[in-house]
């Protein structure tokens, strides 16, 4: 707020405030037992244009008067017979809803010890007695200031709460439900179990399946630089194009060289993304990827074979045009695992500040039990990197589990979900099979 004082002829001053006009139309309850001393603040306050007035001739009067007019400020005066000020002030900080509103105590006798009593209480300023107009006026205006201005923050807040939650909700959206991942891990013979959380509401991590033909699907993941809304609105532009190239679903190379084309266009510099894309086909025990920068992937080969980082490199997504992108080729027969992550996963940093590194995360799959499902290496993995269910994660964080160990009572062509007339189920019912299934 700026202020200025003009002075009039005879010494009286009058301020004139240079600020929102919405102040004036904000509630003040004057509380003073003196009649003379409600007429003369509120004789003042008018003369500032502040007209929406109340007031209260003692402690138990303005209580009822903050329940019913809800005022944005209060003069309270300290000493009233029925309910000290100071009382009156430690009710209303008691209360949450009022926890915010501005309090000025007026008082004749403050002395430095009264007054941090005051503060301690809740008291937002004091205006010593008698009462200086320009003072009262400023200090008035000030925190009128200060409470427009806390609204206007609390609004802005709740639209951007919501509108985040929107967003999460919609980037949610993006990723495979656990029905698909179902249905593809069925036809292909396999299991699936995925972990994925933003670093806040939305991040910049997306990965997807993407069914070629029986026995054959796509899966990626990309990660793009940076957190928060301008990832997540470039994983909304990737899931697009990717989505229009669908007829290159089947050919990694071409649909990598097509989507860094796109982005190289469409990013500013400094925005890229990692991005790492894997057709596994069940029928020719295959894996086909390209790498664009992303985190090498982990495969097992059989039950108890090598764990060992696939070949990877390239150039991330949307640096520059004309990139030449790699094809690789890998066995992935019955029995083996694939190991898809993030570098949020490798990165995290534990209580003591550690990284599991990619060494670490290359041990734990070597050790890991044979036996334990998709979701349970996910939950391993975790674990010795020290990711826990309430850890607060620096890096938006991606993993992707796929094995080839399927029990052979859930072997293809033997009962699951989508032998069974599935779209008659309810949601629970759907769900429970699900869960039933991934246990």
Known sequence: MNQSVDRKSGGESVVRTRTSKSIFVSKILIVDDDPLSCRLLE??????????????????????????????????????????????????????????????????????????????AGVSDFLSKPINPAELISRVAVHLERQTLLRELRDYRGRTSQELEAAQRMQAELLPGPLLQQEIAHEAGLRIGCYARPSSEIGGDLWGLLPISAGVFGIFLADFAG???????????LHALIHEYRALHGEPVELVTMLNERLARLLPPGQFATFLYVVIDSEADLLRYVSAGAPPPIVTTGRDGPSEFAEANGVPLGVARGVQYDLHERPFTPESRLLLFSDGLPEFPDDYGDRIGDDGLLGAISVADPELTPHEVIELVCNVAGIGPESALPDDTTIICIDRRVPSCESPGERSLFDDDWETLSPGQAGALVLEQQQ
């Open 43 to 120: 004789a003042i306050l008018k003369k500032h244009q502040f007209r929406n007035l109340r007031f209260a001739d003692g402690g138990i009067s303005a209580l009822e008067q903050i329940d019913s007019f809800r005022p944005d400020l209060v003069l309270l005066d300290m000493q009233m017979p029925d309910l000290s000020g100071l009382e009156v002030v430690e009710r209303v900080r008691q209360r949450p809803e009022l926890i915010d509103m501005a309090i000025l105590a007026q008082t004749a006798t403050v002395d430095r010890k009264e007054m941090g009593t005051l503060f301690m």
């Open 227 to 237: 957190h928060g809304v301008t990832a997540a609105l470039n994983t909304f532009r």
